[in-house]
Nanobody, 115 residues
Framework: QVQLVESGGGLVQPGGSLRLSCAASGFTFSSYAMNWYRQAPGKERELVAAIFSTASITSYADSVKGRFTISRDNAKNTVYLQMNSLKPEDTAVYYC????????WGRGTQVTVSS
């Protein structure tokens, strides 16, 4: 069956870094665009970063441009989100999403930025 399993979340101080990973299985990973969303308490889920199947095209929310980098390894069926210069407002549950003919979601990983 389809699985998206996020990892790498945790507690980090402002200005710190985290690297999220999302391991995918059960579908043709290389054919899907991969996205990272986040949802903070009381807020709607928002798209943070996207990477197309070719990996040559990426897109970012304005709030994370220059700080976050999305990448993928099609040989490992894994997508990554490198997050640098983290701010308290980056605190949220981060979700991995695969989108093409269907849309699949992971269960999320908590990222907390606090001193």
């Amino acid at each position: 069956q389809v699985q998206l399993v996020e990892s790498g979340g945790g507690l980090v101080q402002p200005g710190g870094s985290l690297r999220l990973s999302c391991a995918a299985s059960g579908f043709t990973f290389s054919s899907y665009a991969m996205n990272w969303y986040r949802q903070a308490p009381g807020k709607e889920r928002e798209l943070v970063a996207a990477i197309f199947s070719t990996a040559s095209i990426t897109s970012y929310a304005d709030s994370v441009k220059g700080r976050f980098t999305i990448s993928r390894d099609n040989a490992k069926n894994t997508v990554y989100l490198q997050m640098n210069s983290l701010k308290p407002e980056d605190t949220a549950v981060y979700y991995c999403n695969a989108k093409a003919y269907s849309s699949y979601w992971g269960r999320g990983t908590q990222v907390t930025v606090s001193s």
